[in-house]
């Protein structure tokens, strides 16, 4: 159930009807209507792999629950590492092996000795990657007496699988998520709005400018040999709108669903392609996983403390991790360390913290060093976006070569003016709202209320013109 | 929560109103947007109840393109209507049978066109033409053969969501009070397009198909004539022309022909196989390996209706 189809949207109407017709004071019968209806939503994609989820609930419930019981150290550590060693073992089952197998048999290969080695034949259970974190996040927290175990199930299955965060997160905390589940709700008028102006802004994003931008970008990847540099260059840059208006357009349905049964999800992204260099543009972009490499790995690894070499070694470490848990491709791996590469610089000479505010933020435009920036970063960005969106390692570097020559400044063969215009209206927009917490954040205080709706009329318009096929969001695959 | 569901009914109301006029626009002007849309026409003649015409011609494009009524009428005397309707197989075929039905009178012969896909198991996905989508309102029957989203049948206008184009046109012939003059004469259409045999040899490099008849299809269209039978109706089976280089696409070729030629013995109906003789040796007939261009209908036209008067002399009022 995508939430970009129908069937999302009547799943949603009749789940918020009932949960708000439950009592307030029933939190447990919100809660369990909740679970209920979360497990429906994952069922709905396979529901075989509801089975994979539940197990990895009450895994997770268990062991943490048994951490928390356990006086001795030991038998703590036996419990957590049961624990992440299960976790990681699906993960590794499930999005990694194939990969594993097929590079050992490879390197053999490489050094004279013939092996056939057996490959998996299955399909990766979508949002693994997500809920596998939620849980590993929870464990993790207890093991170091961040929190205290959740005693109810229904709270804790709850905060894995809520459904407006379980295919694609954001990635949840216990310490953020918990609480909420576990306090009363009120309906609040001024949220629920606030609610569905995000989901239309998200479907917005999602099915006018990513799915418009994908048509485009899947040609010209199909058959980078046939295009000229310039056009090469414009299919990354539809790509690099595609994946945000796709990911960042999900996040955003995902939050604005959350709010509409009370409920604040982390946020995701804040404005990414307005970043004046890459660790700006990493504290903008996937925010929930960024944080959570950071608080699990960057931070236990010696994080920013050690020296120079530390750094450089947590960096890419982080970055090279995160580019895997993508994906099991090198295409990926080539992605997170080429974003390593461009942060470096700003690791070394520790001004990777430089750009912590919005950009222009009191004024209407950047200033030329602003603009420099942001289109330096941006480019750096279209430029490791190819590796992520190619196929394989050679198709990425065919497509560079042919995008890196002569023709980069001749006309593009492909040059879809409708599109361009849409991109710029919704950069545009974009920029304007950048100040909050999505772009269209602030339309709530424009007065009467007629120019309100008929922006909104407006972009449901947009919507309804452009709507493209429905494709799936890219992030489900990871 | 009265209160936002005050303000939603308050929101969507503008909404509606947009999406009937919508509806009503695209319904009323599309009738003006002559071929642009392909098969407009003959939807506006089928569910506005014009087809009165004693001959009717049924089947996919090999239909359309094939068999020019005019000929038919100065052969016979009898008007003729050519219902083609391309991808139109199995039970879509039925189906637009069934309109038909629903809003005109029955036909005094029905010429039925057959291909080798007819009874196919595996049916090419059905992709929603333009000119079937004004009359999918509240038509629940055509969500078995078209989208698979209910809601396009109850809400006005939501169908024509991404048909920027189509309602574009629309909205041009409206503003500028534009009639543009359909192509058709009674359906039918013909093709001046040079010779093309790319999609053939596409077809021919991935090997030969086998054609999987499904019988339940089969089973339903024969209940379908016999009933027409019932009713007094003459029908006539036929298999197109085809060109020669187009034979060896399907493996059980003679076995497909033999199943129509079996249908029509039971039903003690004729069936005529075109695909054979002087007309698919020449690539000069045809547009492609399917189906015949200006030249080729004309011929086949002429060939058909000269099968028509001596089959049915004797059943139907043919000018003497």
């Known amino acids: 159930m995508l939430f970009n189809s129908w069937n999302f949207f009547i799943f949603l109407i009749i789940i918020y009807i009932i949960y708000w017709s439950i009592s307030n004071k029933r939190l447990k019968a919100q809660n369990s209507l909740l679970l209920i209806a979360s497990y429906f939503f994952y069922a709905c994609w396979d529901w075989r792999f509801l089975f994979l989820l539940v197990f990895s609930t009450f895994l997770d419930y268990i062991t943490g629950l048994k951490i928390e019981q356990s006086t001795q150290k030991s038998s703590k550590k036996i419990w957590f590492w049961l624990s992440i060693g299960i976790n990681l073992g699906f993960l590794g089952i499930f999005k990694y092996y194939n990969f594993f197998a097929e590079n050992f048999a490879q390197l053999l290969t490489s050094v004279g000795l013939k092996v056939n080695v057996h490959l998996l034949n299955i399909v990766l259970p979508v949002g693994i990657s997500f809920y596998t974190f939620h849980g590993l996040s929870y464990v993790i927290d207890i093991y170091k007496e961040k929190i205290k175990a959740e005693k109810n199930v229904v709270n804790y299955a709850l905060f894995v699988s809520f459904f407006p965060l379980l295919v694609a997160g954001p990635i949840e905390r216990a310490t953020h998520l918990l609480p909420q589940i576990k306090a009363p709700r009120q309906f609040d008028y001024a949220k629920m709005v606030d609610g569905l102006r995000q989901i239309l802004w998200g479907l917005f994003k999602k099915i006018v400018i990513a799915d418009n931008c994908a048509e485009v970008a899947n040609q010209i990847f199909t058959n980078p040999g046939q295009y000229n540099g310039s056009t090469l260059l414009l299919g990354a840059i539809f790509f690099t709108f595609q994946i945000y208006g796709d990911f960042s357009g999900y996040s955003d349905i995902a939050l604005g669903t959350a709010r509409l049964f009370g409920i604040e999800l982390l946020k995701n992204f804040n404005f990414p392609y307005f970043s004046r260099d890459i660790a700006e543009f990493w504290r903008r972009w996937h925010i929930s996983l960024s944080s959570w490499f950071k608080d699990y790995l960057y931070i236990p690894l010696g994080g920013s403390s050690g020296g120079t070499w530390m750094r450089i070694r947590n960096t890419f470490i982080i970055f090279l991790v995160s580019g895997f848990w993508h994906g099991a491709n090198w295409t990926f791996i080539i992605w997170g360390g080429l974003n390593a590469l461009f942060i470096i610089p700003s690791v070394i000479t520790k001004s990777n913290r430089k750009n912590m505010g919005i950009v222009a933020e009191h004024r209407l435009f950047p200033n030329i060093k602003e603009t420099i920036q942001l289109i330096s970063t941006f480019l750096l960005t279209v430029f490791c976006w190819i590796f992520f969106r190619a196929e394989s390692l050679s198709h990425a570097i065919m497509y560079i070569k042919n995008m890196l020559n002569r023709s980069l400044f001749s006309s593009p063969s492909i040059l879809p003016i409708p599109l361009i215009m849409l991109l710029c209206i919704f950069v545009g927009i974009e920029w304007l709202g950048r100040r909050g917490n999505y772009a269209i954040e602030r339309i709530d205080i424009i007065r009467p209320r007629f120019a309100r709706w008929s922006f909104y009329y407006f972009i449901l318009l947009i919507v309804f013109l452009f709507v493209s096929k429905g494709e799936t969001f890219i992030y489900f695959q990871f | ?320």
């Open chain 2, 1 to 320: 929560m009265k209160k936002l569901f005050k303000q939603l009914a308050l929101f969507i109301v503008p909404i509606l109103i947009f999406l009937w006029g919508l509806d009503y626009l695209v319904y009323r002007y599309l009738k003006n947007t002559g071929d642009i849309f392909g098969n407009v026409a003959p939807q506006y003649d089928l569910y506005e109840g014009r087809i009165h015409e004693p001959i009717v011609i049924l089947g996919s494009s090999r239909a359309e393109v094939h068999i020019d009524p005019n000929v038919i009428k100065k052969g016979t005397g009898l008007d003729c209507y050519n219902l083609g309707w391309s991808g139109a197989e199995s039970d879509l075929l039925m189906y637009r049978f069934r309109e038909y039905c629903k809003y005109n009178p029955l036909p005094r012969l029905l010429v039925i066109n057959l291909d080798m896909t007819t009874f196919s198991a595996h049916q090419v996905a059905r992709i929603i033409r333009d000119e079937q989508l004004p009359f999918n309102l509240y038509n629940f029957e055509a969500y078995h053969f078209y989208d698979k989203n209910i809601l396009y049948y109850l809400i006005p206008g939501i169908r024509y969501s991404e048909k920027r184009y189509l309602i574009y046109q629309t909205l041009l012939v409206y503003m500028k009070h534009q009639q543009l003059e359909s192509k058709r004469y009674h359906g039918f259409i013909s093709s001046n397009s040079p010779w093309d045999d790319t999609e053939l040899r596409k077809v021919l490099q991935s090997g030969p198909n086998n054609v999987i008849i499904d019988s339940s299809a089969v089973k339903s269209f024969y209940n379908n004539l016999k009933s027409l039978q019932e009713k007094n109706v003459q029908v006539m089976l036929y298999y197109a022309p085809e060109h020669k280089s187009g034979f060896p696409v399907y493996k059980n070729r003679e076995e497909v022909l033999a199943l129509y030629q079996q249908i029509a013995g039971q039903l003690q109906i004729p069936f005529i196989n075109y695909a054979q003789g002087d007309i698919t040796l020449h690539e000069k007939y045809y547009y492609n390996v399917n189906h015949l261009n200006k030249t080729g209908a004309d011929i086949f036209s002429h060939m058909i209706l000269t099968d028509i008067l001596r089959l049915f002399k004797d059943k139907l009022p043919f000018r003497k």
